[in-house]
């Protein structure tokens, strides 16, 4: 409950200090570009993108070991306002040339200048041996709206997954946008950052699943074996039922051209709620991302 205070305090800090801002938009977050922006306009581009992180991260939850990653990502925008995607996962260290493939279909709205929103379908394909979290579920229905009132933007973003297993989230998220006004090597490049401070809601039946599928996984020190979770229908209620289970808080800043952008975060996660082997805690969370634009 204070981490909930906590943050609504702080949104409300956001609120209080008022400035009006000019967006530069490349694409939208959810077309599962790691890089943290918002893309409205509507024009026939496709963007690539690759990006490093330290952690791979599922609704606010890591497995029992630290997974840093590579991944790539392809996005085709049309005028309409539809685009598709696919993204390709490597988990560093791990068996699997891939891990992960990702394919998807969506579409971009705006209902005004200040609301927008899209809605997607994403279906994971993973290799029999990966051993990320996320590999429980193969199917993610995603509802986002966006408000934004110009001192600060808010989103609610709605995720149905199934799969293996079924769960829902509900992710509030406010942000702020700031650029430079000044350039850094010449007229056609500026810095911008983007903090936002996010909260999610949900069930962790995955949590179950993946236990089931990655039985006595080792620990850091490959020397423990971490038990699976035990099949009692306490603990098949406890994942079932609706929680809050993250809060985090992060700041992206990205050096930015007309076609490219290249973006450095860090994030630091509160899991709350937490069921089952994982055992997670506070922690930092590191990315790197490049990504090119096309139109």
Known sequence: MKYICTLFFLTICFNAGAGIYKHRIFMNRLTQMTADTDTLARKRSVSAGISYGSDASF???TGPVKYPFLNTDV???TKSGIFAYGSAYKVLGSTPTIDETDLGVGYLYNFSKKFSGNISYTRFIFDKNALIIKSASSNDINFKNTYDWKFIKSSVILDYLFGESSDFF???SNSKYFETNWSVF???DY?????????????QNFVQKYSTNHPGRLDDNDQ???PPLSGTQKYARDNSEFNALNYSFKIPIAYNRPHYTIEASYKYSIPVNVEGILKNHKESFYNLTFYYVFY
């Open 186 to 188: 010449d007229d056609k």
């Open 59 to 61: 609704f606010g939850r």
């Open 170 to 172: 509900l992710t509030v």
């Open 75 to 77: 996005i085709y925008n």
């Open 191 to 203: 810095l911008s950052f983007t903090p936002s401070i996010n909260i999610i809601f949900g069930t």
């Open 224 to 226: 423990d074996l971490v």
